[in-house]
């Protein structure tokens, strides 16, 4: 059993940037792929990132390509997601996710850390 739990939200003022990190305890890190997630009020999650195994590939959601960053550190089991030149679209819980493999689905969920873009 996967425990994930999100950091780094908060408030800034668009075209600022923010760092997510996302914990994960009770299992071997290495073996998950992980994602990102965000849900805005009074809409459906939507992807934004995942970054396989070992890191070496990553995809990301068109809306945030070329401005965030998905990364992982395996020894410190921990995935990030740097997001710069934020836009008050971006506004939004913010949530770190593990799946056994790309095949399967996401199996595990972190709490949400909540990101709020002001104009």
């Known amino acids: 059993q996967v425990q994930l739990v999100e950091s780094g939200g908060g408030l800034v003022q668009a075209g600022g940037s923010l760092r997510l990190s996302c914990a994960a305890s009770g299992g071997t890190f290495s073996n998950y792929v992980m994602g990102w997630f965000r849900q805005a009020p009074g809409k459906e999650r939507e992807f934004v990132a995942s970054?396989?195994?070992?890191?070496?590939?990553?995809y990301y959601a068109d809306s945030v390509k070329g401005r965030f960053t998905i990364s992982r550190d395996n020894a410190k089991n921990t995935v990030y997601l740097q997001t710069n030149s934020l836009k008050p679209e971006d506004t939004a819980v913010y949530y770190c996710a593990a799946r056994a493999s790309a095949a399967s689905n996401y199996n595990y969920w972190g709490q949400g850390t909540q990101v709020t873009v002001s104009s």
């Open positions: 970054i396989s195994r070992a890191g070496g590939s990553t």
